[in-house]
């Protein structure tokens, strides 16, 4: 919760309006009005008796006396010379320089004993700006006669574009077609048109003696608002001392129909009982002002060059207590949530493990919780005796030794081919006899047939061929050890086929 100060300065008052920020609240806790005299010294004192009653308004029974987190005040619009211009965005980007060429005779002093600052009212190339100058010794005896009563503002803004602060906190104010808001009290109105809440135009109005004075200023503005490109009104709002007054004045100057001209809403601004039900009608300025602690920016404001508030570290002292609580708060929740993020990975890292385990010991029957080595094992880069589990001969290999090693020029023919196990049972025909003994020696020769035997061979009817069976033990020598790539070791003795084996081959058990 916050609170913040706004104060706006008349010829003849000084207003001060306290503005407590809640949780989507905001609230006026009061507004306070003193007299003062004319001068730096009457403004002075009178921000002293103002600064009195806010202190003795603080201070909560029990508790240790608030203090105020910002302070904002505006130059009255006598002071400050406001026009609107267009900059390209180039020169805009100049700063104050780009400011100062554009406003040189412009203004009705000169132009380097001056404070420039501008706001946008419209983004683009070139930048449409409403710019503002006061004489730098102004600003300089306002900020100086505040500060001596201990409330040393943070910005210094002008009183009639300050009204447009109201935007952001009534909807009313901030619609897209034109509005006008008028604050009259005294012998002045304060005069702003907005565009979408946006500052369009502004303008402080002097010398209303008369009813005639007070219409011929308004619609002297409205005329010069319509003359600088800006369009038809849609809503006129009034608040002020004298805004009673004004209604059928402001109605006719804007062209409105009277139920489009009315009192200024509230919009979800609050007033605290103590403040009165009127205290945002009767400061609107000031209320305008104490929003700025909010923090919306792009606002025209004085306090700059050598009167940059220097209590930014302040500000910062103040708040330093708060901020180190903050600060605690979120290094103990991201310590909470590294340690919950630790703790799930670590449940991860022991499941991934233990399923790693299982199937390291399912495939390779050596369990392992390394992944390089589980990489290791699953490239065969296992124990150096590990058996190449293929077969070192199959039932095609068997088919690939009947066709390479039986010669071409012995006439063979294959009627039964049983393969079982480690037995095979063999019945062909060739010619003669000797052409089966061939075909017997060039079986014998394989090293997977440890014996061919041949059985009963009979004459073929057909054509006095010779039938015969052959019985043939199919068992291959033992399987060879496989080196870290899962390659058959070169190094170990040949037990496998020969140079004459079927080079279509495969390795491994019995078929």
């Given at each position: 919760m916050a609170r913040y100060l706004g104060i706006e300065v008349t010829d003849t008052q000084i207003k001060g309006a306290l503005l407590k920020t809640a949780y989507k609240k905001l609230v006026i806790e009061g507004?306070?009005?003193?007299?003062?005299?004319?001068?730096?010294?009457?403004?002075?004192?009178?921000?002293?008796?103002?600064?009195?009653?806010?202190?003795?308004?603080?201070?909560?029974?029990?508790?240790?006396?608030?203090?105020?987190?910002?302070?904002?005040?505006?130059?009255?619009?006598?002071?400050?010379?406001?026009?609107?211009?267009?900059?390209?965005?180039?020169?805009?980007?100049?700063?104050?320089?780009?400011?100062?060429?554009?406003?040189?005779?412009?203004?009705?002093?000169?132009?380097?004993?001056?404070?420039?600052?501008?706001?946008?009212?419209?983004?683009?190339?070139?930048?449409?700006?409403?710019?503002?100058?006061?004489?730098?010794?102004?600003?300089?005896?306002?900020?100086?006669?505040?500060?001596?009563?201990?409330?040393?503002?943070?910005?210094?803004g002008v009183a009639p574009v300050s009204l447009g602060e109201l935007a952001g906190e009534i909807p009313q104010l901030a619609t897209a077609a034109p509005v006008v808001l008028v604050y009259a009290y005294e012998r002045r109105a304060e005069l702003v048109v907005l565009e979408g809440g946006v500052v369009r135009f502004a303008r402080t109005l002097n010398g209303l003696t008369t009813p005639a004075a007070?219409?011929?200023?308004?619609?002297?503005?409205?005329?010069?608002?319509?003359?600088?490109?800006?369009?038809?009104?849609?809503?006129?709002?009034?608040?002020?001392?004298?805004?009673?007054?004004?209604?059928?004045?402001?109605?006719?100057a804007c062209g409105l129909a009277p139920e489009f001209v009315g009192a200024m809403p509230p919009g979800s601004l609050l007033t605290a009982p103590t403040a009165g039900e009127t205290a945002l009608w009767e400061a609107p300025v000031a209320v305008a002002l104490a929003t700025r602690g909010l923090g919306r920016g792009g606002r025209i404001d004085f306090r700059k060059g050598h009167l940059t508030v220097a209590g930014?570290?302040?500000?910062?002292?103040?708040?330093?207590?708060?901020?180190?609580?903050?600060?605690?708060?979120?290094?103990?929740?991201?310590?909470?949530?590294?340690?919950?993020?630790?703790?799930?990975?670590?449940?991860?890292?022991?499941?991934?493990?233990?399923?790693?385990?299982?199937?390291?010991?399912?495939?390779?029957?050596?369990?392992?919780?390394?992944?390089?080595?589980?990489?290791?094992l699953a490239r065969g880069g296992g124990n150096g005796d590990d058996v190449d589990p293929l077969p070192p001969a199959d039932a095609y290999d068997v088919l690939g030794v009947l066709s390479t090693r039986i010669t071409d020029n012995t006439r063979h023919d294959v009627e039964l081919l049983d393969i079982r196990g480690e037995h095979i049972?063999?019945?062909?025909?060739?010619?003669?006899?000797?052409?089966?003994d061939k075909v017997v020696e060039a079986l014998q020769a394989y090293p997977c047939f440890p014996a061919v035997r041949p059985g009963?061979?009979?004459?073929?009817?057909?054509?006095?061929?010779?039938?015969?069976?052959?019985?043939?033990?199919?068992?291959?020598p033992e399987a060879q050890p496989r080196d870290t790539r899962g390659r058959t070791n070169r190094t170990a003795p040949r037990t496998g086929t020969d140079?004459?084996?079927?080079?279509g081959g495969r390795r491994g058990g019995n078929a």
């Open positions: 507004v306070y009005t003193v007299y003062r005299t004319p001068g730096s010294e009457g403004l002075a004192q009178a921000a002293r008796e103002l600064a009195g009653i806010v202190a003795a308004q603080s201070v909560v029974p029990g508790a240790k006396p608030q203090e105020l987190d910002g302070v904002y005040a505006a130059l009255p619009g006598t002071d400050v010379s406001l026009r609107t211009i267009s900059l390209p965005r180039a020169v805009y980007r100049r700063g104050d320089k780009g400011l100062m060429a554009e406003l040189e005779g412009a203004v009705p002093f000169d132009i380097d004993d001056a404070m420039v600052d501008a706001q946008v009212i419209r983004p683009g190339d070139p930048v449409e700006l409403l710019a503002a100058a006061v004489l730098t010794a102004r600003v300089e005896s306002f900020v100086a006669a505040l500060a001596s009563a201990g409330l040393d503002p943070r910005e210094v007070r219409e011929r200023g308004i619609r002297q503005s409205i005329a010069s608002y319509r003359a600088a490109g800006g369009g038809a009104l849609s809503a006129a709002y009034l608040c002020g001392d004298e805004a009673g007054v004004t209604v059928d004045i402001l109605a006719d930014s570290a302040q500000a910062f002292r103040e708040r330093a207590p708060y901020l180190m609580l903050a600060s605690a708060v979120i290094v103990c929740f991201w310590g909470l949530a590294t340690w919950a993020h630790y703790q799930s990975l670590v449940t991860e890292r022991n499941r991934l493990q233990d399923t790693l385990g299982a199937v390291t010991q399912e495939v390779f029957s050596d369990r392992t919780v390394d992944p390089d080595r589980a990489m290791s049972q063999l019945q062909g025909i060739v010619d003669t006899l000797a052409d089966r009963r061979s009979t004459t073929n009817p057909g054509d006095n061929r010779q039938k015969y069976t052959l019985d043939v033990e199919f068992r291959c140079s004459d084996t079927n080079s």
